[in-house]
């Protein structure tokens, strides 16, 4: 009830208000809280006559595949929370099927989201731009512009920063393209540009690290395409890790047998630097030369988790989050809740579990506000598709349940597991998948 | 809501029918459950995706995944992913879904 009393005399009834609350200057775009009473710009008109219900108010930053999810559900699971949504970029580049860029097979435009349904059927508001600080006490953001946000919680979905290559600088030589995005464009006009009877490398880095699968896919997919467009090319994996991390049977037959031809793989191969000018890479099994290096880094969470101090998990890599509500585990910042891949646990860090761990946390959210508690059995699931070839495809799917006794999600044996094999109907599954995970969590 | 209530099966009539705050945890359950579903067969189990499963009763919804966990629907990624769930769980989602129409 504290809250309320708190939320009514900030709100006093009208949004325009409400942005004092939030800190808004006055040269800033209002926040429209869609769905509640609100003056018309340059007016004293008031458009909804009806009392005002004070809502409680979430802050969302970023708005990749968890952060639009939450901010989506939040919204969609009552009406009792406004969402504001920051975001950089006013367009969203999926990762997931950004791989078959690289093969001619996606244009980047089929991969691109907008937020106008989230504004538009949801009522989130939108703001864009940089997030420089979180004050996880106050509960407050302030963005490049100087302006400053508050809210009742915030749900941070950074996603994933790089750690720096020695010796790579400032080089576009080596894209890593682990960011769907110019680096994957980038990354597909030098493979084009790839000689026949050329080098390809690959490197994978250690755990945790995006899409558990997804290196091993990409290499699958650009043996497949060397062997078609650039005859006599092979393509060298190398792997920081002690074997392959991921879907074990169906890469080991696809690197050994179906693409053995192609791939090269080594495994407990790290990187430590590289030399962009003679095209090398120097790693714990060897130095290693291409003539096209798609070097992808070791990971750690967005950036904004460390600046906020909330990187208390994995060495300091991600963020230590209380899995019934992704609330961070650091002391005093419980108003700030971690989802997707920047968070530390025992789920695999991709889109499709970001989207539920969004469900859980836009749930939990919504109980906490209203003076409930989590629910305290919550179920996540994966699933995804490996490109084998560029017409087949593999299936991998899991399933968490909460366990009580180590506070953390796990993993259910008999629902953890891939297909035995890959053919053409799980390529084609595979659309039908892409299309309704990204309605679910842009639509 | 109209459409909801004359369709909604006895379960969760009589959940509704219960007061308060007890009643909203039986069915924010079940939905937080179901909202597993929906990344594959779309928002509220209404496409676009697989299988729609919006308009069907609980008892069918209920009855499909007793059959991918029992692998009669053969060894594709729904059964497997059937594995993961409790009965008591596949009755909750199946009684929350049977209310989307």
């Known amino acids: 009830m504290d809250r309320r009393i708190f939320l009514s005399s900030a709100a006093a009834g009208l949004v325009g208000s409400a942005l004092t609350a939030c800190g808004g200057g006055g040269s800033e775009p209002a926040l429209d809280l869609a769905g509640s009473p609100r003056r018309r710009p340059g007016t004293t008109t008031t458009v909804v006559t009806p009392p005002v ?145 050329g080098v390809v490398v690959l490197t994978i880095p250690k755990t945790p690290y995006r899409c558990p699968p997804g290196p091993y896919e990409r290499a699958c997919l650009i043996a497949d395409w060397l062997k078609v467009k650039k005859p006599g090319s092979r393509l060298i994996v190398l792997d920081a890790n002690p074997g392959i991390v991921t879907e074990v049977d169906n890469f080991t037959n696809a690197f050994m047998g179906l693409h053995g031809g192609v791939i090269e793989y080594r495994a407990n191969a790290e990187v430590t630097s590289v030399d962009p000018a003679t095209m090398s890479l120097m790693t714990t099994a060897g130095t290693v030369r291409g003539d ?152 | 809501m109209k459409t909801r209530f004359h369709i909604l099966a006895p379960l969760v009539l009589a959940a509704l029918a219960a007061a308060g705050t007890a009643q909203a945890q039986v069915g924010q359950a079940g939905r937080l459950l179901a909202s597993n579903c929906f990344q594959c067969h779309g928002t509220n189990g209404k496409g676009p995706g697989f299988d729609t499963l919006a308009g069907k009763s609980a008892s069918e919804i209920y009855k499909d995944l007793k059959e991918f966990q029992s692998g009669k629907e053969g060894n594709g990624i729904m059964a497997k992913h059937a594995m993961g769930y409790t009965d008591a769980q596949l009755q909750a989602l199946a009684a929350w879904l049977a209310t989307q129409r």
């Open chain 1, 53 to 197: 219900t004070p809502k409680s108010r979430v802050i969302v930053i970023g708005g990749g595949m968890g952060g639009a999810t939450v901010a989506k559900y939040l919204r969609l699971w009552g009406d009792a929370i406004s969402v504001t949504l920051v975001e950089r970029m006013p367009t969203y580049t999926s990762n997931i099927m950004s791989s078959m860029v690289l093969t001619g097979q996606r244009s980047m435009s089929s991969l691109s989201f907008n937020y106008d349904t989230l504004r538009s059927k949801y009522g989130i508001t939108t703001v864009f731009g940089d997030v420089v600080a979180i004050d996880p006490v106050a509960v407050k953001v302030t963005l490049a512009n100087g302006t400053t946000l508050t809210a009742d919680r915030i749900v941070m979905a950074p996603g994933i920063s790089f750690d720096a290559v020695p010796g790579l600088g400032a080089s576009d030589k080596m894209p890593h393209a682990w960011q769907a995005g110019p680096q994957t464009t980038l990354l597909a006009n030098q493979l084009k540009a790839l000689p026949n009877k």
């Open chain 1, 292 to 443: 096209v290096i798609n070097m992808i880094p070791r990971q750690r969470a967005g950036t904004l988790v460390a600046t906020a101090g909330l990187n208390n998990a994995t060495e300091g890599r991600f963020a230590g989050v209380n899995v019934l509500s992704y609330a961070s585990t650091v002391a005093g910042a419980e108003k700030i809740h971690i989802i997707g891949d920047a968070s530390a646990t025992t789920q695999p860090k991709a889109g499709h579990i970001a989207n539920q761990e969004a469900k859980v946390c836009a749930d939990a959210i919504s109980r906490i506000l209203s003076g409930g508690a989590p629910d305290p059995a919550p179920v996540t699931n994966s699933a995804c598709y490996s490109t084998i070839t560029m017409t087949q495809a593999s299936w991998l799917t899991a399933v968490f349940q909460y366990d009580a006794a180590t506070s953390a999600m796990k993993g259910v044996a008999a629902a953890s597991g891939a297909s035995t094999g890959w053919d053409q109907d799980s390529f084609e599954e595979m659309g039908t998948w892409f299309k309704s995970l990204m309605g679910d969590s842009f639509a």
